[in-house]
Nanobody, 129 residues
Framework: QLQLVDAGGDLVQPGGSLRLSCTASGDNMRCYAVGWFRQAPGKEREGVAC????????YYADSVKGRFTISRDNANNRVYLQMSKLSPEDTAVYYC??????????????????????WGQGTLVNVSS
C-alpha cells in the first residue's frame, strides 16, 4: 500500500521561494499520478497541482499557475512542488496525494470529490514578514 510523507514546509517571507517534497514508500510511485492540495486556516481544502505518471503531464490551479512547478523523480520515489513569488495567501498546510489515474486526480484538483489512493500527513507553509 502506497504511503506518502510530505516535507519542506517553513516560514518564508513574501516574494520568497520554497520547495516541498513528497516521498513515497510501500509501492512504486511510477504507477501513480501525484498531486498537491492545500488547506488554509478556516478555509476548505483546494487543489494546487498534479503530475501524471508516464508522460508527466502537469495541471495547475489558476491561483498558482506561473508561480508553482510540480515535478517528479521516479528513481527516488519523490514528487516536488517548487513554489516561487509566495504571498501570504499561499499560507496553508500542504498535502500530497496520489491516484492510479490522472483523470481522477485532476478532477480532485478541480474540486470534484474523489477517493484518492494515498495522502501525506501535511507540511505547513507560512508566508509572513
Amino acid at each position: 500500500q502506497l504511503q506518502l510523507v510530505d516535507a519542506g514546509g517553513d516560514l518564508v517571507q513574501p516574494g520568497g521561494s520554497l520547495r516541498l517534497s513528497c516521498t513515497a514508500s510501500g509501492d512504486n510511485m511510477r504507477c501513480y499520478a501525484v498531486g498537491w492540495f492545500r488547506q488554509a486556516p478556516g478555509k476548505e481544502r483546494e487543489g494546487v497541482a498534479c503530475i501524471s505518471h508516464g508522460d508527466e503531464t502537469t495541471y495547475y490551479a489558476d491561483s498558482v499557475k506561473g508561480r508553482f512547478t510540480i515535478s517528479r523523480d521516479n528513481a527516488n520515489n519523490r514528487v516536488y512542488l517548487q513554489m516561487s513569488k509566495l504571498s501570504p495567501e499561499d499560507t496553508a498546510v500542504y498535502y500530497c496525494a496520489a491516484a492510479r489515474f490522472m483523470s481522477v486526480l485532476r478532477d480532485a484538483i478541480r474540486g470534484t470529490p474523489s477517493n484518492l489512493d494515498a495522502w501525506g500527513q501535511g507540511t505547513l507553509v507560512n508566508v509572513s514578514s
